[in-house]
């Protein structure tokens, strides 16, 4: 009689981190982990027998990874600040830098009173919006997107953070979110026109030409509408600068997150729509992150 072999964690990691990094994933060892964990449950002691069903399950999704789906699309959801989020083909993944953007945001709309409004185009999975709304008492959070798939997974990520489904325990006190679909800011109710605290999005911002240069994680499977923002890659955050001086109320901010080879570009167009107290937003490796505007206070 075979004695099925025993495999740790730890073997597992490592047997599977060479498949990755033998397909080209860039964080072969990382996603490994994660991956296991996410079969095992977290769980680093003991061994497995080698026919263990799950082995087969982690094997499948080892198998997906390899082909360069993205992580997130393999685990179903990804982590955004405090928030698990579901992910699905056909919706932007959130990235871990958008939230220095939600916490530009989140900070100004703490300032800016107790029931905030704060509106998010482009919201595809809700990060930001669903942020804000669980880490801001009060805020009513306005979020909104072109795509039909985008508006369903935001509602779905909503519902999962009332039921208490998303690793936090609800909205925060009398905090609201409502997201419909919206092209920028056409489909937000009119009656928000100069009345918005916070205007906060990570919208398209790179140019046409940058395809080519993608790794297939992006290429493949994130939206080209959520990633190109034109020709120049900088039109539809003018467009939202623009629009933002007509939306926020006087003393408003907008944060808007950008490429970070267009930092200058950003300021510049902050200023054209007559914006002020323009700055540029860091991460946490130093590069450009986001512009941060302010609308004009009105005169007495």
Do not use: K
Not at 186 to 197: A, M, N, Y
Not at 203 to 231: C, I, K, N, Q, S
């Amino acid at each position: 009689m075979t004695v099925p072999t025993a495999l740790t964690a730890d073997a597992l990691v490592a047997r599977h981190a060479a498949t990755l990094a033998a397909a080209g994933v860039p964080t072969p060892g990382v996603d490994a982990r994660l991956l296991v964990r996410a079969v095992l449950g977290g769980t680093r002691d003991g061994a497995l027998a080698g026919d263990d069903p799950r082995l087969s399950e982690l094997d499948r999704l080892v198998a997906e990874r390899s082909r360069r789906i993205p992580l997130q699309l393999v685990l179903g959801a990804t982590w955004f600040r405090h928030l698990r989020l579901v992910c699905r083909p056909g919706v932007f993944i959130p990235r871990p830098e958008t939230e220095i953007v939600a916490g530009v945001a989140i900070a100004a709309a703490r300032d800016a009173g107790p029931r905030p409004v704060v509106v998010e185009p482009c919201t595809g999975t809700g990060a930001i919006a669903l942020a804000v709304a669980t880490e801001v008492a009060g805020a009513q959070v306005h979020a909104g997107d072109v795509s039909d798939d985008a508006v369903a997974l935001a509602r779905e990520n909503l519902a999962a953070v009332e039921a208490g489904d998303a690793d936090v325990a609800g909205l925060a006190d009398g905090a609201h979110v409502t997201i419909t679909p919206s092209d920028l800011l056409s489909g937000f109710p009119e009656d928000l026109r100069g009345t918005v605290d916070v205007l906060v999005s990570n919208p398209p911002y790179l140019p046409a030409g940058d395809r080519p240069t993608w790794e297939p994680e992006v290429a493949d499977h994130d939206p080209d509408a959520a990633l190109v923002g034109g020709r120049d890659g900088h039109e539809v955050v003018d467009a939202l600068l623009a629009l933002s001086a007509e939306w926020l109320r006087p003393g408003g901010t907008v944060v808007l997150e950008i490429d970070d080879r267009r930092g200058p570009d950003a300021i510049r167009a902050a200023e054209a729509a007559g914006l002020t107290v323009a700055a540029i937003v860091p991460d946490l490796t130093g590069a450009d992150r986001a512009v941060r505007a302010t609308r004009r206070e009105e005169r007495p």
